[in-house]
Structure formats: C-alpha cells, structure tokens
T-cell receptor, first 113, second 110 residues
C-alpha cells in the first residue's frame, strides 16, 4: 500500500497563478483533510471531507477550494496564489468515526513569489 | 489564548536520558489526545493516543493526561538518536477538527 500520496513535492508559483495540489489515498478511508504547516504555528486545518461529495471548512479556508468526487482523491486548489500561502501542505486521511489516527502524506512545499 | 500551548524547544538531551514533552490546552471539551512524531521534511506519524485521564504506555513511550489541569505529557525512556524529531501534541472533541500544537523539536545526542 502506498498510503497517502501527495503531488507535487515542491512547487514555485508566481503571485496570482492558480494550481491544484493532488492527494490520493489507497486505504479506503472516508475522512480526508488538508493542513498547512508554518513555523511556530503548527498544523492548521484548511478543509476536510467526511466522504465523497461532502466537504467543509477548517480553520483557514480562505483562498482554497476543495472537492471530493471519489473516496480516493481530495485535491486542493489555490485560486489566486499569494505570498501568504507559502507553506508546507499536508494531506491526511483516517478511518472510523473520528480523526484520532490520521495518516499523513509527505507534504508539498509551496513557495509563492 | 491559544487552544494549545507547546514549548517549541529545541530540547537537547544525551542518549539514554528520559525526555519529558508537555502541552497545555484550554478547551475542556477535548476528549481525544494524540502525540505525533515528525521527522525533518516528512509528514507527521501517530505515536500514541488516549481518550481519558491517566497513563498509557507503549514500549519506551508513555502518554499522560491530566484533564483536571488540562495538561498532557509524553515521556520517552532510554532516548535514542533516532528519536530526534519534532513532537506534536494534538486534540479533538470526538469529531474531525483536530487541533495541533506547534511542536517541540527534540535532539538526542549520541
């Protein structure tokens, strides 16, 4: 099993560009989420999904869109990149009724110039 | 007040030392308490989780929860250089919005 796979691993964007961060899991988990990790801030929840077709906002959703058309995939879209979105982005998935044991991807390091 | 407070460190200890990592939280609704380990340039991985107050042991790791004081700890016995990583505490209320601490960087010197 690959677990949670994120692509790309690194990306540099210019201000105003858009892009999609990909996340796929092969564990048949219902719950998936996106976090950003900034120095001194810990992981902050951007968006999450409790199943295909169901998404909701987390703590810092502005500037990001998500959709969940399949159980396996949960892409994160940056609509118009800003330097404040420079961060490391992690996708996670978990099974069961809560997020107690989340499996994380390896992360995408995004720089917006 | 932040929901979760965690000393960022870095914490440097010699090999074989007992390490104590701590977090405090403000939301009394938190019911699930987790510790994640994150190696440099990797994603976090779950070490342990607990549901209630008390201790939980797994090998060299012990998680301790004191809900009355809103305080959780992770103890690492016989620390090894391979334990060098950032340790993140995390909480949620039973649903899917997990709150993470900022992480404590630990260095174990051989």
């Amino acid at each position: 099993n690959a677990g949670v796979t994120q692509t790309p691993k690194f990306q540099v964007l210019k201000t105003g560009q858009s892009m999609t961060l990909q996340c796929a899991q092969d564990m048949n988990h219902e719950y998936m989420s996106w976090y950003r990790q900034d120095p001194g801030m810990g992981l902050r929840l951007i968006h999450y999904s409790v199943g295909a077709g169901i998404t909701d906002q987390g703590e810092v959703p502005n500037g990001y869109n998500v959709s969940r058309s399949t159980t396996e995939d949960f892409p994160l879209r940056l609509l118009s990149a800003a330097p404040s979105q420079t961060s490391v982005y992690f996708c996670a998935s978990s099974s069961g009724q809560s997020d107690t044991e989340a499996f994380f991807g390896q992360g995408t390091r995004l720089t917006v110039v | 007040q932040k929901e979760v407070e965690q000393d960022p460190g870095p914490l440097s200890v010699p090999e074989g030392a007992i390490v104590s990592l701590n977090c405090t939280y403000s939301n009394s609704a938190f019911q699930y308490f987790m510790w994640y380990r994150q190696y440099s340039r990797k994603g976090p991985e779950l070490l342990m989780y607990t549901y209630s107050s008390g201790n939980k042991e797994d090998g060299r790791f012990t998680a301790q929860v004191d809900k009355s004081s809103k305080y959780i700890s992770l103890f690492i016995r016989d620390s090894q250089p391979s334990d060098s990583a950032t340790y993140l505490c995390a909480y949620h209320t039973g649903g899917f919005k997990t709150i993470f601490g900022a992480g404590t960087r630990l260095f174990v010197k051989a």
